[in-house]
């Protein structure tokens, strides 16, 4: 087993803790296979923005693959190694603030305290 084996397990924790966080829980989140074609990205991000199960639509998030891993010590062997993780947030601005979007950002930031619109 090589160490590249483990990312795409990271990579599943990642977005299941990410859909268990309570801000993002209306979210629609997917994954990105490591070495996907642009085409399986594009519909990916077709099926984030488009209708969800809770009826809200245009907003949602990617999971990107772990690409590498840094070694801050090359001489200290089994050394910790930290790996750059994206998400990347992706939106539909016209379909997000629709009668049937998501609540867009104006909403999220009115709820805020010392937060104006």
């Known amino acids: ?20 966080d309570a801000f993002l829980a209306g979210l629609p989140g997917m994954l990105i296979e490591p070495g996907a074609p642009e085409a399986t990205v594009q519909a990916a991000v077709t099926k984030v923005l488009g209708p969800q199960p809770n009826g809200r639509s245009g907003a949602g998030y990617l999971v990107l693959p772990v690409e590498q891993a840094f070694d801050d010590n090359p001489n200290l062997p089994l050394g910790p190694l930290k790996m750059p993780v ?28 010392g937060q104006t619109v």
């Open 86 to 113: 994206t998400i990347q947030f992706v939106e539909n601005v016209v379909v997000n603030r629709g009668p049937r979007g998501g609540e867009g950002v104006e909403t999220l930031l009115a709820g805020l305290p």
């Open 1 to 20: 087993m090589n160490y590249t084996d483990l990312w795409p397990l990271i990579q599943r924790d990642l977005l299941a803790c990410l859909q268990a």
